[in-house]
C-alpha cells in the first residue's frame, strides 16, 4: 500500500491532500472535499492485486479517475468529458452533442454504482459542472 499512498499524495501534493493513515490501514471507501476537489476513493482487488481507485473533481481542470495498483502501476478509467465535438453541419453536429451526453451519462451510471455519485456536500460548482455535462438542458 506504500506505493498507493506515495502516487496519491504526490498527485495532489500541490493542494497538501493525501489519505489518512487510518484509511490506508482500514482499506475504507470515502471522499475528501478540499481546495475545491473532490476526490471519491475505494480500495479493490482483482487479478492485478490489490488497487485504489479515485475519481478526482475540480472546477478548473479535467476529471480524473485512475486505478493504482500496490506496484504502482496505474490505469485510467473513463471521465466524464468537459468538451465535445462540434460541427457546422446541423445533423452531424446533433449526432455530435448527441453521442457526448450518451456517453458522459453512461461514465455517470457506473460512477454512482461505484459509490462517487453526488451527495450534495460537494462543492456547488463541482454539482454544477456534473450536471452540465450530463444532461442536455434547452437553451
Known amino acids: 500500500m506504500e506505493e498507493i499512498e506515495s502516487q496519491f499524495k504526490e498527485t495532489f501534493s500541490h493542494w497538501n491532500i493525501s489519505l489518512p493513515p487510518e484509511v490506508i490501514a482500514s482499506r475504507r471507501r470515502g471522499k475528501i472535499v478540499k481546495s475545491g476537489w473532490v476526490i471519491w476513493y475505494l480500495f479493490g482487488s482483482d487479478e492485478r492485486g ?8 475540480h472546477r478548473l481542470t479535467t476529471d480524473r479517475h485512475v486505478r493504482v495498483y500496490v506496484n504502482g502501476n496505474e490505469e485510467r478509467l473513463p ?10 453541419d446541423p445533423e452531424e453536429d446533433a449526432r455530435l452533442e448527441a453521442d457526448y451526453f450518451a456517453r458522459n451519462q453512461k461514465v455517470a451510471r457506473m460512477l454512482e454504482e461505484k459509490g462517487f455519485g453526488m451527495a450534495g456536500d460537494e462543492p456547488t460548482l463541482t454539482q454544477v459542472n456534473r450536471y452540465l455535462h450530463t444532461e442536455k438542458t434547452d437553451e
Open 50 to 57: 490489490e488497487y485504489l481507485d479515485y475519481y478526482a473533481s
Open 79 to 88: 471521465t466524464i468529458q468537459s468538451m465535445r465535438m462540434v460541427s457546422h
